[in-house]
């Protein structure tokens, strides 16, 4: 039987090859990828579904294991993803050429060869600006975001002190 960091590894490997059958079969029946900040997807027929909609948005989608770490079955692998925004719509936003990369960081608890539960853990705020859905940090848009933000919490702020007196 595979040890868990090579089931981890071959999993890895299955969704960089966007090799959708391999990808799965590393996985039990009915397992959880909690996929943060999206939710808890089910396999296969939810993470299958995932990423379909992810390949089909960045067919070029490239996926890279930079580390891992093993520990009694539980796996720690540090990833990073690059695409092009080329394909089609993606989670309600309109494909517009954007490059994007992503850093992360998986959990990833195997038993009997077979994974059972994965934590993904990355940033999707990163992810939103290199999109364009948030302004650039520090940039004048997000000055102006956060300004408007702030209006609103202190109106709100004022709303709430006026109904309480």
């Given at each position: 039987?595979?040890?868990a960091s090579?089931?981890?590894?071959?999993?890895?490997?299955?969704?960089?090859?966007?090799?959708?059958?391999?990808?799965?079969?590393?996985?039990?029946?009915?397992?959880?990828?909690?996929?943060?900040?999206?939710?808890?997807?089910?396999?296969?027929d939810?993470?299958?579904a995932?990423?379909?909609?992810?390949?089909?948005?960045?067919?070029?989608?490239?996926?890279?294991?930079?580390?891992?770490?093993?520990?009694?079955?539980?796996?720690?692998?540090?990833?990073?993803?690059?695409?092009?925004?080329?394909?089609?719509?993606?989670?309600?936003?309109?494909?517009n050429?954007?490059?994007?990369?992503?850093?992360?960081?998986d959990l990833?608890?195997?038993?009997?060869g077979?994974?059972?539960?994965?934590?993904?853990?990355?940033?999707?705020?990163?992810?939103?600006?290199?999109?364009?859905?948030?302004?650039?940090?520090?940039?004048?848009?997000?000055?102006?975001?956060?300004?408007?933000?702030?209006?609103?919490?202190?109106?709100?702020?004022?709303?709430?002190?006026?109904?309480?007196?």
């Amino acid at each position: 039987m595979a040890d868990a960091s090579e089931v981890v590894r071959r999993y890895f490997d299955a969704v960089g090859r966007h090799d959708l059958d391999a990808a799965m079969a590393c996985w039990a029946p009915g397992s959880i990828d909690h996929l943060a900040p999206v939710g808890e997807l089910r396999v296969p027929d939810e993470l299958r579904a995932y990423f379909v909609d992810l390949f089909a948005a960045m067919p070029d989608f490239q996926y890279e294991v930079l580390d891992m770490f093993e520990q009694g079955g539980k796996v720690a692998a540090h990833w990073h993803a690059r695409g092009t925004f080329t394909g089609r719509r993606y989670q309600g936003i309109e494909p517009n050429g954007a490059e994007i990369e992503a850093l992360g960081a998986d959990l990833v608890q195997v038993e009997d060869g077979l994974i059972r539960r994965l934590d993904s853990y990355w940033d999707e705020s990163a992810l939103a600006r290199q999109i364009g859905v948030l302004p650039a940090k520090r940039s004048p848009q997000e000055r102006v975001l956060f300004g408007l933000f702030n209006a609103k919490t202190r109106l709100k702020s004022l709303v709430g002190r006026r109904r309480r007196s």
